[in-house]
């Protein structure tokens, strides 16, 4: 298999335009091209991680974070993330990450997370704007069905938990085909009106060139009218964090003692306990504090992140529970997740999730 196929896959569930302007998501070094039959998978990229690749004959690793986050002008070995470019690079071993993107989706980390502390009916906690556009489309009456399942299956028409989501309304058009044209309807060279329906439908942006080629595809008309607006919207599905409920309200205490448990954490940090039961349960993998005040106004009763400085706890201000797990337990379980995505799609190819512990923070 080549390596291009499982990127192309990550991407199709996490695609790179999801990540963060910061963020360097993707193929970091590595032939796209080249012959794989097998892949490990980690969080961080650490030499030790490229020595168990060589050991087992591993050529490509798949990672959370990025081992390049900022521009490098030189490769001399100075540093670690330039010792192990190197290491990696002598050893033919092709390097790809998946980190804001994974986060951004509604089933990436973040909903790992949710699971693992028993959230449910968890949604985007902010959720992105400007990732959505419109497409109005004129279709002759016998061909609107066909033409708007099209759509449908190409990816339009999905708003938060509902999907085949358009709008339709029934009106007149007008065109004239010149002697070149091959009409579906009308005669060339004559005017013509025919009783055609608009279409309206909404798309992730990512998805247009699938929605167009659905689009031409079931379209009747030699020439497709058509128009693409760009929204300001919140796309549901696609943002920082999430937000749901415990199937039963918990003393703040004994939440945060079954939350250390089921994530294994070595210790936590919190706000004070305000003495009162939590239910509504915000989280965040990674460096989450930027999202207190969102969770705060979607009046969660808990959010739990895996980093908070010092000063950001006192935002918690008598309104909520900020809980600090650490970067690492926060992320943990995004090698599962790396995992159960690619072996759904590739059922025969080997992939191995690294037993290396890459956090480098450590508690006494």
Do not use: W
Not at 57 to 78: D, E, Y
Not at 156 to 176: E, P
């Amino acid at each position: 298999m080549k390596i291009k196929e499982i990127i192309n896959h990550l991407e199709e569930i996490a695609p790179l335009n999801y990540q963060e302007s910061y963020d360097n998501s993707g193929l970091i070094a590595g032939d796209p091209n080249s012959e794989i039959d097998k892949a490990l998978i980690c969080l961080d990229i650490t030499e030790e991680i490229i020595d168990e690749a060589i050991n087992d004959g591993f050529k490509l690793v798949i990672s959370h974070h990025p081992l390049v986050f900022n521009a490098i002008k030189k490769i001399t070995g100075k540093n670690y993330v330039e010792k192990v470019l190197i290491k990696a690079i002598k050893n033919d071993i092709a390097l790809y990450s998946a980190h804001t993107n994974l986060d951004n989706i509604s089933s990436g980390v973040n909903a790992m997370l949710c699971k693992k502390l028993g959230v449910k009916n968890y949604h985007i906690l902010q959720p992105k704007a400007g990732l959505l556009k419109k497409l109005v489309t004129f279709c002759p009456i016998n061909k609107v069905e066909e033409v708007r399942n099209a759509l449908f299956k190409a990816g339009a028409g999905n708003i938060g938990n509902y999907d085949n989501c358009s709008f339709s309304t029934k009106g007149k058009g007008s065109f004239r085909a010149n002697e070149n044209a091959k009409p579906y309807v009308g005669k060339n060279n004559r005017l013509h009106f025919e009783e055609e329906e608009r279409i309206e439908t909404i798309f992730p942006f990512d998805k247009e060139q699938a929605v167009l080629s659905k689009l031409f595809a079931a379209h009747p008309y030699e020439e497709v009218a058509y128009d693409i607006y760009p929204l300001e919207n919140k796309y549901q599905n696609v943002g920082a964090g999430m937000i749901g409920e415990l199937k039963n309200s918990m003393d703040e205490k004994d939440f945060l003692l079954k939350m250390k448990k089921n994530i294994g954490a070595s210790c936590v940090r919190h706000s004070e306990f305000l003495g009162k039961k939590v239910k509504k349960i915000a989280v965040c993998g990674g460096s989450g504090s930027f999202l207190i005040n969102a969770a705060i106004s979607a009046r969660a009763d808990v959010f739990i992140t895996g980093e908070v400085g010092y000063h950001e706890f006192f935002n918690a201000e008598k309104k909520i529970i900020i809980v600090d797990i650490g970067h690492y337990e926060s992320e943990q379980f995004t090698k599962d997740l790396i995992f159960s995505i690619l072996n759904k799609k590739f059922t025969t190819f080997a992939l191995r999730i690294s037993e290396l512990n890459t956090n480098s923070v450590n508690y006494l």
